[in-house]
Structure formats: C-alpha cells, structure tokens
C-alpha cells in the first residue's frame, strides 16, 4: 500500500445538508425573485422585458453552474 496516495477529502453529512440548503435558498433568491424584479419595473413592454430577462436568467444559471464547480474542484463543498 502507497503512503504517498491521499485519502480523497469528505465533508460531514451536516456541512452537505447546509451546504445544499444555501444553495438552493440564494439560487431561488437569485433566479427567481431577481427576474422577477426586472420584469416589474415600468417603462418598458412586456415583450422587451422578457427579452431581457430570458437571456439573463441563463446567463446566471450558468455562472451559478460554474461557481459550484469551482467549489467543488478546491473541495469546499
């Protein structure tokens, strides 16, 4: 057996838990309740508001995908 070999690194259930808890709350806060007020604010019309808002919510879905993984690569979560 090689000593030179590192265990891979694991966090406890509780840190998982809280951790994915996080998460979810600022992606719903974020996804949802920010798209939501750009789509509330007058001045425009619908159709140029949800012109705006459709590109941008994926445009943060993907960097809120590129974040974790960044997480997830240094092994913080």
């Keep these: 057996m090689d000593d030179d070999k ?3 690194h694991t966090i406890g259930w509780l840190r998982a838990i809280l951790t994915a ?11 949802v309740y920010g798209a939501n ?5 007058h001045g425009k019309t619908r159709s140029s508001l949800v012109g705006i808002v459709t590109p941008l919510f994926f445009v943060v879905l993907l960097a809120m995908a590129w974040a974790l993984r960044q997480l ?3 092994k913080m979560i």
């Design 37 to 41: 007020a750009v789509l509330t604010t």
């Design 21 to 31: 808890a996080v998460i979810v709350v600022v992606g719903i806060a974020v996804l």
């Design 6 to 8: 590192e265990l891979p």
């Design 72 to 74: 997830q690569r240094r």
